[in-house]
């Protein structure tokens, strides 16, 4: 996309990002986004799930063991499925390789 997009806030103080400026910037459902304002300008920017501290296996396996246990039964069902997608997406690619 050259051209500026505009977009309304609507009354929540919601915006949508346009599918193609999303995929440009590798960000879809599910991910965390930091916004921050400087200027007068908002910046949005897509952020590993530990921005700070240690960002290890075992680091990240706990932090989402806690986060986990916060949810209702529906959103750990969800989650749990977008995992397993992702599992079997990752292991088609391993096979195409």
Not at 26 to 33: A, Q, V, W
Request: hydrophobic share 40%; proline share 3%.
């Amino acid at each position: 996309m050259k051209k500026p997009v505009y977009k309304l806030l609507d009354e929540k103080g919601r915006v949508l990002i346009p599918k193609e400026l999303r995929q440009k910037a590798e960000m879809e459902y599910g991910d965390i986004l930091k916004l921050s304002v400087c200027g007068g300008k908002l910046s949005i920017v897509k952020v590993d799930i530990v921005e700070i501290g240690s960002q290890d296996p075992e680091a990240v396996e706990a932090y989402v063991n806690a986060a986990v246990k916060t949810m209702s039964h529906e959103k750990q069902v969800a989650l749990a499925a977008r995992i397993l997608k992702l599992a079997q997406e990752e292991g088609e690619e391993v096979v195409r390789k």
